[in-house]
C-alpha cells in the first residue's frame, strides 16, 4: 500500500540553524501538507501546496518558513533560522484530487521530530 | 472559524470494556467533513474515517462505531471490547473539504486512551 514517507525521523539542530524535512508523498496525490505537532498538543496546520505552488498558510507560517517541490517526487519544509519552540513534529501529508476538483482524504507520513537546542 | 472539542484529555479503561470518546464541532460551512485519526505511541497518524455533513448514518467497522449527531455538533467514536493495542491518542478533526483542502485539517487537542490489561 503506497504511504507518505519523510525523512529524517530525527533531526536535531542547533538554534539559528537552517534545517530542510523532507517528505515523499503517495506519487499519483497532487495536494501537499505541513502540520506541526508540539509535543503533548494538537496538531496544527501550516500550510497547503498544489500546483507547484502554496495554496493556503497559517498564521505559524511566517517568513521563517518556506516549502518547495524541488522535483516531482520530493516535498520539503525548511525552516531558516530555527528558535526553540520549532521543536516539534512535523508531519507531511498528502491527498488525491477529487473528479470534482477537491481534495480527498488526507495521508499523513510518520512525521520528522524536530529538537532545537 | 472551525473548532473541534475534545473534553476528554485521558480516558483509562480496562482490557474488553466499552469506551466513547466525544467530539464537539463548531463551523459556520453548510458542507463540511468530520474525520478520526488515531496516533500509537510510534507517533504516526493513521486515518480511520471521514464522514460528510450530508450522511448523518452511524457507521460501524469492526470493534469501532461512529455516531454523528448534526443536531449537537457531535462525531463521537466508540470502541467495543477494547483491546490493549487501541491505546493511543485520538484525533477528531474537521474541514470545509472531502481532504481538508487549502486551508487543511483542524484539530482537536485529542484524547489519550490508555487500555488497561
Known amino acids: 500500500e503506497p504511504e507518505v514517507t519523510q525523512t529524517p525521523s530525527h533531526q536535531v539542530t542547533q538554534m539559528g540553524q537552517e534545517v530542510i524535512l523532507r517528505c515523499v508523498p503517495i506519487?499519483?496525490?497532487?495536494?501537499f501538507y505541513w502540520y506541526r505537532q508540539i509535543l503533548g498538543q494538537k496538531v496544527e496546520f501550516l500550510v497547503s501546496f498544489y500546483n507547484n505552488e502554496i495554496s493556503e498558510k497559517s498564521e505559524i507560517f511566517d517568513d521563517q518558513f518556506s516549502v518547495e517541490r524541488p522535483d516531482g517526487s520530493n516535498f520539503t519544509l525548511k525552516i531558516r533560522s530555527t528558535k526553540l519552540e520549532d521543536s516539534a513534529m512535523y508531519f507531511c501529508a498528502s491527498s488525491e484530487r477529487t473528479p470534482s476538483g477537491s481534495t480527498d482524504t488526507q495521508y499523513f507520513g510518520p512525521g520528522t521530530r524536530l529538537t532545537v537546542l | 472559524a472551525q473548532k473541534v472539542t475534545q473534553a476528554q484529555t485521558e480516558i483509562s479503561v480496562v482490557e474488553k470494556e466499552d469506551v466513547t470518546l466525544d467530539c464537539v464541532y463548531e463551523t459556520r460551512d453548510t458542507t463540511y467533513y468530520l474525520f478520526w485519526y488515531k496516533q500509537p505511541p510510534s507517533g504516526e497518524l493513521v486515518f480511520l474515517i471521514r464522514?460528510?455533513?450530508?450522511?448523518?448514518q452511524n457507521e460501524i467497522s469492526g470493534r469501532y462505531s461512529w455516531n454523528f449527531q448534526k443536531s449537537t455538533s457531535s462525531f463521537n467514536f466508540t470502541i467495543t471490547a477494547s483491546q490493549v493495542v487501541d491505546s493511543a491518542v485520538y484525533f477528531c478533526?474537521?474541514?470545509?473539504?472531502?481532504?481538508?483542502?487549502?486551508?487543511?485539517?483542524?484539530f482537536g487537542k485529542g484524547t489519550h486512551l490508555i487500555i488497561q490489561p
Open positions: 478533526a474537521l474541514s470545509e473539504a472531502p481532504g481538508g483542502g487549502a486551508d487543511g485539517l483542524t
Open positions: 506519487s499519483n496525490h497532487l495536494y
Open positions: 464522514r460528510n455533513s450530508f450522511d448523518e
